[in-house]
């Protein structure tokens, strides 16, 4: 597999946009991009029913692999399956992994920092087109999750705040917020609206260098103990142990 020439269909979510393009721009493999609006793993249903309708519409017998640049992200990929070629996951409970490069870097956060909001570069200049503006991952509990996107869909996000405050402060659930940088850079801009956007709600800003080596070998075939290879007709289950995923 690593001495021929792969073609490739990648969908990933605008989260990790910057890596997706760079990394199919230069691996050796040729990759068609689907990228999905940010926003959709705090609806985990929607996020596995758009999900599973690209996986269906892609033409049989034209890729060797399907690949797709998510995590678990709220049990969103349990399930998925294809007919007819195989699908290709990363390890990983969400995007957090992915920008910190291995599942022992997240698990090593969530240990020691159980209350962090997580920024990034895509994250924060993609999401203000939507009216997002929720955690990165799966750090805001389900039901919160949903209640406080209710509540900006239909009031905006700093009516949203203040209701979520005033129920019962969400926010106490985070104690620290963090911007991933990487290879890719974080622009001035982004880094200052990370910082604006901490301070308002009471957060001290700290900068964590990221690694985005799970996105590259992704891309360039390099599956090994990271990934999860569903053969076809195969689906995608939740474990409860460290590998994350399976496939049955």
Not at 27 to 49: C, K, M, N, Y
Not at 108 to 125: A, K
Not at 137 to 146: F, V
């Amino acid at each position: 597999m690593k001495n021929s020439i792969l073609k490739i269909k990648c969908i990933s979510c605008e989260a990790l946009a910057r890596p997706v393009y760079y990394y199919s721009a230069i691996t050796p493999h040729q990759v068609d991009l689907e990228i999905q609006r940010i926003g959709l793993h705090d609806r985990p249903t929607s996020l596995r029913e758009q999900l599973q309708q690209q996986i269906n519409e892609t033409p049989s017998n034209t890729y060797d692999a399907i690949v797709l640049v998510y995590g678990l992200c709220g049990r969103a990929i349990d399930g998925l399956t294809s007919l007819d070629t195989q699908l290709v996951v990363p390890r990983a409970h969400d995007c957090i992994t992915l920008l910190l490069g291995s599942r022992e870097a997240y698990q090593q956060q969530q240990n020691e920092y159980p209350g962090t909001y997580w920024y990034s570069q895509d994250y924060l200049e993609r999401s203000g087109r939507y009216g997002e503006s929720m955690a990165l991952g799966s750090g805001m509990p389900g039901d919160l999750q949903t209640v406080y996107q209710e509540y900006i869909d239909k009031y905006g996000l700093e009516n949203a705040d203040y209701l979520m405050q005033t129920m019962g402060s969400w926010q106490a659930h985070y104690t620290r917020a963090v911007l991933v940088e990487n290879d890719l850079g974080v622009k001035q801009n982004i880094a200052e609206q990370a910082h604006i956007e901490a301070e308002k709600r009471g957060w001290k800003l700290e900068k964590l260098e990221g690694n985005l080596s799970i996105v590259k070998k992704l891309l360039f075939a390099e599956w090994d103990q990271d990934f999860l290879i569903v053969p076809p007709k195969a689906s995608i289950h939740m474990t409860v142990d460290e590998e994350i995923i399976t496939a049955k």
